[in-house]
């Protein structure tokens, strides 16, 4: 098939709507498919056209200011949304691939995908945000696409109310093969990686971590990643009574990743909101429990349920740093639970669930994608 993917960012962009789509395209193009990415270029050294292992990137429009617009309170250009939601109807029209695979950021692209093309739109719901505008959306995007398909099943129920058909959960994937687990006997320390954001609320693991140092705990903290809070995740680590026992490295390998899943007690992730990280993935794959906290928009909570992988806690210090307490009390079940459960997000299982949502069933080969689609959308 000829499958053209619609995201707002790709690599090297990261992120987790990034991570999920740069997987799920290398597994389709060792599959056999064809596999181009239309994405906004973020950054002035980006090629307008790349090849990345198979996959083809296009990028427009670029703007170096994207990310961060002249009125800060908007987030994203929206004059540069615009562009790409404009060029992505003319690259559809145009290029007729067999499925549309659109994340769903940055929103307005979706609206204006042709109605010719709209019968072979599948939408990818990563995560779902509260708010007038949000939940408007929300309710509208669905119904611009035969599909609907997300990165969680909450993600899904909360998006099942707006779409035609039957919402499918796609979560984020790993390559098992790639992660190890040490015994707990060889373990010390917890940890976060991901994005330094506001909204990943680091402050409040660093807080519950002194009361964990307070109370006797003997191993570190390591924070890491990068993003605009770094400088202000730094400054308070510092002033921490506990500093010397708070690891920043910044951005890690994948190599080092691994390294760091494989030997820490516990991944905590106190986010204000997310969808299913892909660290949780990968902390599972390792026989790394988790502890997240219970935020409305924080979708983290219900994968820990789901797998019984780990520990929702409210977000307070004091119960966060019990909830670490809990996993490493009960570590054995925990890590147990969690790698069982981690075989089932390989990128082969999810790629084929993929092929099995968009081909044609044996018993309909005459009809085309485009018209099993539409026989889909009527139900």
Not at 19 to 34: A, D, I, M, P, Y
Not at 158 to 172: D, E, K, N, R, Y
Not at 186 to 206: D, E, F, T
Request: glycine fraction near 8%; hydrophobic fraction near 40%.
């Amino acid at each position: 098939m000829r499958i053209g993917v619609f995201i707002e960012l790709f690599a090297p962009s990261v992120g987790g709507q990034e991570l999920f789509f740069e997987g799920l395209s290398r597994q389709l193009v060792k599959n056999g498919h064809t596999i181009d990415v239309h994405c906004i270029g973020h950054a002035s050294n980006l090629a307008t056209v790349e090849n990345m292992d198979g996959i083809t990137i296009f990028r427009h429009p670029i703007d170096v200011f994207y990310k961060s617009p002249r009125f800060k309170m908007m987030k994203r250009a929206w004059p540069t949304i615009i562009k790409y939601a404009l060029h992505i109807r003319r690259v559809a029209r145009e290029s007729n691939y067999d499925v549309l695979l659109l994340n769903q950021w940055p929103l307005l692209h979706a609206v204006t995908i042709p109605k010719s093309q709209r019968a072979k739109a599948v939408m990818h719901w990563c995560e779902i945000r509260t708010g007038l505008f949000y939940r408007t959306i929300q309710a509208l995007l669905p119904r611009f696409v035969a599909r609907n398909v997300a990165v969680s099943d909450a993600v899904g129920q909360a998006i099942q109310q707006f779409s035609v058909g039957p919402v499918h959960t796609l979560p984020s994937g790993i390559d098992i093969e790639l992660y190890r687990s040490l015994p707990r006997s060889r373990r010390s320390g917890i940890c976060y990686l991901g994005r330094m954001a506001s909204h990943k609320n680091v402050p409040l693991l660093i807080d519950a971590f002194e009361l964990l140092k307070d109370r006797g705990y003997i191993g570190s903290l390591t924070l890491a990643g990068d993003g605009p809070a770094f400088g202000d995740i730094r400054e308070r680590a510092k002033i921490s009574r506990y500093a010397s026992d708070i690891v920043l490295p910044g951005l890690v390998s994948d190599r080092e990743k691994i390294e760091l899943f494989s030997k820490s007690e516990a991944l905590v992730i106190s986010s204000l909101r997310e969808g299913f990280p892909r660290v949780v993935a990968e902390a599972m794959a390792s026989g790394l429990p988790v502890v997240t906290c219970d935020y409305e928009m924080n979708g983290t909570k219900e994968v820990v349920r789901l797998y019984d992988c780990g520990v929702v806690t409210l977000p307070a210090p004091d119960h966060l740093a019990q909830g670490v307490g809990d996993v490493i009390a009960r570590w054995d079940h925990y890590s147990g639970t969690g790698r069982s459960a981690a075989k089932g997000l390989a990128w082969t299982l999810i790629a084929d669930k993929f092929e099995q949502l968009v081909a044609p069933a044996p018993d309909d080969r005459p009809l085309s994608i485009s018209g099993r689609f539409r026989e889909a959308s009527a139900v």
